[in-house]
């Protein structure tokens, strides 16, 4: 199970961990943008565009990512124009539908990830617990301590299982032995 950060190494490690995930998903960010922006000048079949190689700007649009938040508007296209000096990529903004509007719903949903509250998750079961993964049992009760980062890295799964015992299955096993019981002695005594 993961555990919480206690000492400031552990915040160390962890700070360490949600800078590789955040270059992670930045890296991903620009090459999906360098496609979004190959298949709009396809698209646009624009001979002044056609020939533009946009992963010469792959830093440029790396930066420009890194600095752009979901609060201002996103201007890669103006941006891509500045950088080349060609007026032509304006043209990319009259494609419809919009050239990065899928892209802006993917990262409006990533940033409401990264900004969600972590929450904990008890449950409490009937009966003796068998099996969980929970960092916590205290009794019948299990909790989990949910980060959205656990979310975003892989799978974050919580079971837990538990047995209760029936009583009523007992004591009417037990009378069903003692009737044969009884029976096996009735028939021993007859002979």
């Known amino acids: 199970m993961l555990k919480l950060p206690v000492t400031k190494a552990d915040s160390l490690h962890k700070e360490e961990a949600e800078d590789k995930v955040f270059s992670y998903f930045l890296a991903s960010a ?10 709009g000048i396809k698209r646009l079949n624009n001979p002044l565009l056609n020939q533009v190689d946009i992963s010469l700007y792959h830093d440029s649009l790396y930066n ?24 032509a990529f304006l043209q990319l903004n009259d494609l419809k539908p919009p050239l990065f509007e899928n892209f802006a719903e993917k990262v409006a949903a990533l940033d409401t990830i990264f900004e ?19 960092p916590m049992l205290k009794g019948n009760q299990v909790r989990w ?16 299982e538990s047995r209760v015992i029936n009583y009523w299955a007992f004591i009417l096993a037990g009378i069903v032995m003692l009737l044969f019981l009884i029976l096996i002695i009735i028939k021993a005594f007859r002979k």
């Open 116 to 134: 969600l509250e972590g929450y904990t998750e008890e449950v409490e079961m009937p009966g003796l617990i068998t099996a969980t993964n929970s």
């Open 64 to 87: 420009e990512l890194d600095s752009w938040d979901d609060k201002s508007k996103l201007t890669i296209i103006e941006d891509c124009r500045k950088w080349s000096g060609n007026d």
């Open 30 to 39: 620009t090459a999906e943008v360098e496609s979004i922006f190959r298949d």
């Open 145 to 160: 301590d949910f980060q959205p980062m656990n979310v975003i890295v892989r799978d974050f799964e919580m079971y837990v």
